[in-house]
């Protein structure tokens, strides 16, 4: 497994911001940030994630970008981590 998704999977859910306009939630950490988007189309879905680092001299964007269909076994784990993250994010919105 990726070391980003590891982190992600083991993430506690708070701290995520709703991203406007789109099913995505984004969180800062450290140097990175990174944004989860899980989307939908009849049957299949599929999580979007992306990494940049935004701190120091060695900005980068997309360090690491994955998407993760609903047949992986990490979906599971991400899916749940988005929904929890939204609702978190949606009660800090209010």
């Known amino acids: 497994m990726n070391k980003y998704i590891d982190i ?8 995520w911001s709703r991203v406007d306009g789109l099913p995505c939630i984004s969180k800062f950490d450290d140097d990175y940030c990174y944004t989860i988007c899980l989307f939908r189309k009849g049957n299949d879905s599929f999580v979007s994630i992306n990494v940049d680092k935004i701190k120091g001299a ?4 997309n360090i690491f970008s994955d998407k993760v269909l609903n047949q992986d076994p ?10 929890t993250a939204k609702q978190s994010a949606d009660l800090i919105r209010v």
Do not use: P
Request: proline share 0%; net charge neutral.
């Open 8 to 15: 992600l999977i083991n993430d506690n859910a708070q701290m």
């Open 58 to 61: 060695d900005y980068q964007s």
């Open 74 to 83: 990490k979906f599971v784990a991400l899916q749940r981590l988005y929904f």
